[in-house]
């Protein structure tokens, strides 16, 4: 973002903390901005997947097991971010009720479920590293969904929640002009996200795909606002 200085980190390296780093979008992009000279620190709440997905991440990672809403292991996160961050990625996030359930029969408390993960977590967390990635001139990325503006039958749960983090977003870029806040629809990618959503998940593209076009968002570093990845470049070095 124009008039904005990086700050390198202490040590040289920047630093990016994705959430939901354990498989999906989330290993794709931590694993390619660790071969970008990242340094990543990364979680899930499943600590044997996650440590699985840091085997293979290689380059400089930092693994915190733990689940986005529970504030002890938020403050973890912000233990292991020690020197603070140059990239916020909020990429967890949950379906709800799986298979989904019309507004209808969803059930209130599993739709505050949902918001807390998808919403108030990612809020959370902007606001644990907000003073850092204002210092440094860093970038929040919220990875959100075409469910958030479209009237897909059964997604009103998952899509009103994405629908919040946009607007959080939105405002969030309004009132914090030295940091760049970017909300990202990913399109469809092949996922157990997407399976689990009983949608045809072996003919969306790679997670990798959209990964490459994050890293080539991150690196470019447009304006805030909201972007579709399928209408953004990939950093084509990065498209394996
Ligand atoms: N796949 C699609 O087609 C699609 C389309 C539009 C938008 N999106 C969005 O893209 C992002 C990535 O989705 P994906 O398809 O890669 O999902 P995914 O394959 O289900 O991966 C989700 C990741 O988040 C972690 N996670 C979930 N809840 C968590 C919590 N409470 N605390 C910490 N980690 C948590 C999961 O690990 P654990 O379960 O071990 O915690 C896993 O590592 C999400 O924001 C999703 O809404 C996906």
């Not at 949950?94 to 479920?113: F, I, Q, S, Y």
């Amino acid at each position: 973002m124009p008039g904005i200085a990086r700050i390198p980190s202490v040590d040289g390296m920047r630093t990016a903390l994705i959430t939901g780093a354990s498989r999906g979008l989330g290993r794709a992009l931590a694993r390619g901005l660790a071969r970008d000279g990242w340094h990543v620190v990364v979680d899930a709440r499943d600590a044997d997947a996650l440590s699985a997905a840091v085997r293979e991440i290689g380059g400089s990672a930092t693994a915190v097991a733990g689940d986005v809403t529970d504030p002890t292991h938020r403050a973890d996160l912000v233990r292991a971010a020690d020197g603070g961050l140059d990239l916020l990625v909020n990429n967890a996030s949950t379906l709800g009720p799986t298979p989904m359930p019309r507004l209808a029969e969803l059930p209130v408390a599993d739709l505050a479920d949902t918001f807390a993960t998808n919403v108030l977590a990612p809020l959370a967390l902007v606001q644990d590293f907000l003073p850092g990635l204002r210092e440094r001139g860093g970038a929040i990325l919220n990875v959100t969904s075409d469910a958030a503006t479209e009237n897909y039958e059964t997604w009103g749960g998952y899509g009103s929640s994405k629908a919040a983090l946009e607007q959080l977003s939105n405002i969030l870029a309004a009132e914090e002009p030295g940091v760049a806040v970017w909300w990202v629809d990913p399109g469809e990618m092949n996922t157990a996200m997407l399976r689990a959503a009983g949608e045809d998940a072996d003919s969306a593209p790679p997670p990798e795909r959209t990964a490459a076009v994050l890293r080539r968002l991150v690196a470019d570093r447009p304006p805030s606002g909201r972007y579709r990845a399928a209408d953004l470049p990939a950093e084509p070095a990065a498209a394996r």
